[in-house]
């Protein structure tokens, strides 16, 4: 609905379209808006049919970032008291596969949560950046640390500690984003690779995201034996008998989520 400053679409095949709609301010993540993200996603995470989920800010800008009117006033104690810690949680708990389709601007939050999906999709015109040096202010919903552990130390340092703005050539190369497409092609590209996803088993799915998310985070040994947990319990669902079966009866598989 155009006067909404959140809209979703769940397809069909289980693919769920998440838009943000603020185009008067650049899709600026203001408090409402953060706090229905929240609430979306823990139905999207709750909901059976759901398997995959594409963030999108629309076909011009994904998001610039927190909405600076909301911190003009604020004192630390307001900004405590806002515990948006919650409104993030939301998304990274969020078990299914998240694909964020980026064109135009993803600076400061919105840079933000495009790194909080599992794939990021970028058209040409995507341009990244953690400018919030430049407001005397810095990331503050997982900026340095995301980056950090993407692109490593010596290129997330220049862009926080600058502010700069890069295109999403340039994150495509130091490994920020999964792949660049046309910008037309940016949405399209994302459904499409969500639709993949949700044909799999979302069992096996689950477990994957849940593994390589916390792998990241964790000593090698550890990460290898959860990583093996995790394989091992996926023989124990249908999903698993149906996907070897449907190999040797030469098939496709229908996966169930059991
Ligand atoms: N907040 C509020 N309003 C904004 C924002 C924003 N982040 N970005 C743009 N707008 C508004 C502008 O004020 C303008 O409003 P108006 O028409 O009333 O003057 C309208 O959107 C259009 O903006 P511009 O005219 O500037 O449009 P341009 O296309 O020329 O420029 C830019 C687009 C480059 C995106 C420019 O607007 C800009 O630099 N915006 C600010 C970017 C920024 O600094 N982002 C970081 C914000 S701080 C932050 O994200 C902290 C994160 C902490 C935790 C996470 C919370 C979500």
């Avoid at 495009?114 to 810095?138: C, N, R, T, W, Y």
């Avoid at 096996?204 to 990583?227: C, F, H, R, S, W």
């Amino acid at each position: 609905m155009e006067n909404e400053i959140l809209n979703l679409d769940i397809q069909s095949n289980g693919v769920a379209i998440v838009e943000l709609h603020r185009p008067d301010t650049r899709n600026a993540l203001n408090l409402e808006l953060r706090q229905q993200l929240a609430a979306m996603f823990e139905q999207l995470a709750a909901s059976d049919t759901v398997r995959a989920i594409v963030i999108t800010g629309g076909e011009k800008v994904f998001a610039a970032g927190a909405d600076i009117r909301d911190f003009t006033t604020a004192k630390t104690v307001d900004m405590y008291l806002r515990h948006t810690e919650q409104y993030w949680r939301a998304i990274i708990d969020c078990p299914k596969p998240i694909v964020a389709a980026v064109n135009g601007y993803a600076l400061g939050g919105g840079c933000e949560l495009a790194m909080h999906a599992d794939i990021i999709i970028a058209g040409k015109s995507a341009q990244f950046g953690q400018p919030e040096v430049k407001l005397g202010l810095m990331p503050g919903a997982g900026g340095t640390q995301r980056l950090l552990r993407a692109v490593g130390k010596f290129k997330a340092m220049q862009i926080v500690l600058t502010g700069k703005i890069f295109s999403a050539e340039e994150a495509d190369k130091m490994g920020l984003v999964s792949e660049v497409v046309e910008d037309d092609q940016t949405l399209a590209k994302a459904v499409e690779i969500a639709t993949q996803i949700a044909q799999l088993s979302p069992i096996a799915v689950e477990q994957i995201k849940e593994v390589t998310t916390l792998g990241a985070n964790m000593p090698l040994d550890g990460a290898l034996a959860l990583e093996r947990k995790a394989f091992q319990i996926l023989f124990d669902t249908q999903d698993q008998k149906e996907g070897v079966n449907a190999f040797f009866e030469k098939r496709s598989p229908q996966y169930q989520g059991k």
